[in-house]
């Protein structure tokens, strides 16, 4: 249950961090390449092709680390025992 919530975890928060670099990265992209703006071009490329993709690929990717994050959290044991004192 607690892979499971880390992966949506991961999800949503790779999918907001990805959108925003898909904005940033279609602006850049404007910029570059000189993209026309006429009757909203730029924008419309910015926020129906850059940031979905970069959120699908955000998303994919922080639910990917969160799941490995966890499974591997999951085979770690949390608590040692203490060190055993040796006998002088």
């Avoid at 909203?40 to 993709?53: A, C, I, N």
């Amino acid at each position: 249950m607690k892979i499971a919530l880390l992966v949506l975890l991961g999800l949503l928060l790779g999918a907001l961090g990805g959108a925003a670099l898909g904005i940033g990265a279609g602006l850049a992209w404007v910029e570059i390449f000189n993209t026309t703006s006429f009757e909203g071009y730029s924008g419309m490329l910015v926020f129906f092709t850059f940031m979905p993709l970069g959120a699908a690929i955000g998303g994919l990717g922080g639910a990917l680390l969160f799941g490995v994050i966890a499974i591997r959290d999951a085979e770690i044991a949390i608590e040692r025992e203490p060190a055993r004192r040796r006998d002088r």
